[in-house]
Nanobody, 118 residues
Framework: QVQLVESGGGLVQAGGSLRLSCTAS????????MGWYRQAPGKQRELVAS???????NYADFVKGRFTISRDNAKNTVYLQMNSLKPEDTAVYYC????????????WGQGTQVTISS
């Protein structure tokens, strides 16, 4: 059994910052890539940022220079530091973690709401 628990969402004004966290727990042999996705109302879920086991990062163009993804392997946790937030960043943010048990499997967090007011 594997669980992903997200935290850190909320309501902030445009220009503000938030930090999201996602911690994996349970029967985990190792963790490969970790990432954050978001889904706004009426839109498809889209990749925000990802980080490999070797800490190589990848960002969507719309967050480059504003968001930073990082991970703490000792804590099985991935973070998303979000700065200079815009109203268009409003969405439910989901973490996605590729966890190796008997084989690699993708797991999703429950989602955390991020709302940016103008």
């Amino acid at each position: 059994q594997v669980q992903l628990v997200e935290s850190g969402g909320g309501l902030v004004q445009a220009g503000g910052s938030l930090r999201l966290s996602c911690t994996a727990s349970g029967s985990i042999f190792s963790i490969n890539a970790m990432g954050w996705y978001r889904q706004a109302p009426g839109k498809q879920r889209e990749l925000v940022a990802s980080i490999t086991s070797g800490s190589s990062t990848n960002y969507a163009d719309f967050v480059k220079g504003r968001f930073t993804i990082s991970r703490d392997n000792a804590k099985n946790t991935v973070y998303l530091q979000m700065n200079s937030l815009k109203p268009e960043d409003t969405a439910v943010y989901y973490c996605n973690v590729n966890i190796v048990r008997l084989r690699p499997v993708n797991y999703w967090g429950q989602g955390t709401q991020v709302t940016i007011s103008s």
